[in-house]
C-alpha cells in the first residue's frame, strides 16, 4: 500500500476517498453563492435521515416481516401506523427550514485573540410557527438554537476565533432542525459575504509612548514630554471625558481637573515602525497597536508609520480606527 507521501507524489495514481473528499467539498462551496441575506428553498435545504431514524426504518422492516409471518392484523396496524408518522415528520422537518430567511448583521472588529461574535436574524413570513431551529459554524458543535414566532423573527449569536490578523471572509455556516421527531435532519449551508477584521493582538506590557517631535512654534515648552507634566489643564467641567481627567493630579492635591486638548499637545507623536524595538514583525505591530490605544486613551494626537505608508497625525476614534485597520493589513 502507497503511503500518503507517495500518494502525493503520484498525480496519476488513485487517490482514496479521505484525500478526494476534500477536493469535492471544496469545489461544490465554491459553486455557493455569497450573500448576508440567504432564503432556503427546495434547492438548498437537505434531508437525510439520522440515526434514530435508521434505527426506525429497520425497527418497522422487524415488525412487517413479523406482521406477515404471523399474520397479525394488529402488527400491520402498528406498523403501518408508525410509518405514517415517519413520512408525516419528514414533510413537517423539511417545512419547518423551508422557506426560512437568515440575514447576517455586519461583523464587528476585533482583536487578534478574541471571539468574532456574529449576529444572525431568522425571519420567518408564514403563519405558523418554526421550532428548534440550530445555526453553528460549519465543522463545529457549538449551537445556538431559537425558536420562531409565526410572522416575526428571533435573534441568534454564534461566534467563531479567528486564527491570524488581516480581513477575513465569514467562515462557512449551517443550519439545521430535527423536528418534530428527530427521526430526519434538514440542513442547509450557507456563505455569507461580510468579512470580519482583525486587529493585531496589543502588547500586554508595552513600554511608554516614544517621545515626540516638538511642533514648531511651541518654543522650549516642548523640549521634553515630561517637563509640566499638569501644564494644559482646566477645571473639570461635566460630561468631561473620563480619559481627560488628570488623575495623577487628583490622588496628589486632591483637585480634579482635566486636559485641555487644545493646549496640552505641544509635540507631535509618531508611533512609528521602524523604533518600535528589536522585535519580529508581529511583535512590532501588537506593540503598535498597544500605543495607538495608550494615545487614544489619553487624548493624544497621533501618526502612524508604516513600511508601506504613513497616516498623519490626528486624534479621536475615527483615527484609532484609521491606524488599527492599517496595522491589520499591514
Not at 478526494?20 to 469545489?27: I, L, N
Request: aromatic share 8%; net charge positive; hydrophobic share 45%.
Amino acid at each position: 500500500m502507497k503511503s500518503s507521501r507517495e500518494l502525493q507524489a503520484d498525480p496519476g495514481g488513485s487517490l482514496p476517498w479521505w484525500h478526494v473528499r476534500p477536493r469535492v467539498r471544496q469545489w461544490w462551496l465554491s459553486r455557493l453563492s455569497l450573500t448576508d441575506t440567504f432564503t432556503l428553498t427546495q434547492r438548498n435545504v437537505y434531508i437525510l435521515p439520522t440515526r434514530a431514524g435508521w434505527m426506525l426504518a429497520v425497527t418497522l422492516i422487524v415488525l412487517l416481516v413479523a406482521s406477515i409471518n404471523y399474520q397479525l392484523n394488529l402488527g400491520y396496524l402498528l406498523t403501518f401506523l408508525l410509518m405514517g408518522c415517519a413520512v408525516v415528520s419528514m414533510v413537517v422537518c423539511h417545512n419547518t427550514l423551508r422557506g426560512l430567511t437568515l440575514h447576517l448583521l455586519p461583523p464587528q472588529p476585533l482583536f487578534l485573540g478574541g471571539l468574532s461574535v456574529l449576529d444572525i436574524k431568522l425571519i420567518n413570513a408564514r403563519r405558523t410557527p418554526r421550532y428548534a431551529l440550530g445555526m453553528a459554524v460549519q465543522g463545529t458543535k457549538h449551537w445556538a438554537w431559537a425558536d420562531v414566532p409565526a410572522q416575526g423573527e428571533s435573534a441568534v449569536q454564534i461566534s467563531f476565533r479567528p486564527e491570524r490578523r488581516g480581513l477575513h471572509r465569514v467562515p462557512v455556516l449551517t443550519s439545521e432542525t430535527r423536528f418534530p421527531l428527530g427521526t430526519f435532519r434538514v440542513w442547509t449551508i450557507w456563505r455569507p459575504a461580510a468579512q470580519v477584521m482583525v486587529y493585531p493582538a496589543p502588547e500586554a506590557m508595552p513600554p511608554p509612548l516614544p517621545q515626540g517631535d516638538p511642533i514648531s512654534g511651541a518654543g522650549a515648552m516642548a523640549s521634553a514630554r515630561s517637563a509640566g507634566e499638569f501644564d494644559g489643564v482646566r477645571a473639570y467641567q461635566r460630561g468631561d471625558p473620563m480619559k481627560l481627567v488628570v488623575w495623577k493630579k487628583f490622588a496628589k492635591a486632591g483637585e480634579l481637573v482635566s486636559r485641555d486638548s487644545s493646549q496640552t499637545q505641544r509635540y507631535e507623536l509618531w508611533l512609528d515602525f521602524a523604533r518600535a524595538g528589536s522585535l519580529d514583525t508581529e511583535g512590532r505591530l501588537s506593540r503598535l497597536a498597544a500605543w495607538v490605544m495608550a494615545a487614544d486613551a489619553q487624548g493624544l494626537q497621533y501618526g502612524l508609520r508604516l513600511p508601506g505608508g504613513e497616516i498623519k497625525p490626528d486624534g479621536g476614534s475615527a483615527q484609532r480606527l484609521r491606524c488599527l485597520r492599517a496595522l491589520a493589513l499591514a
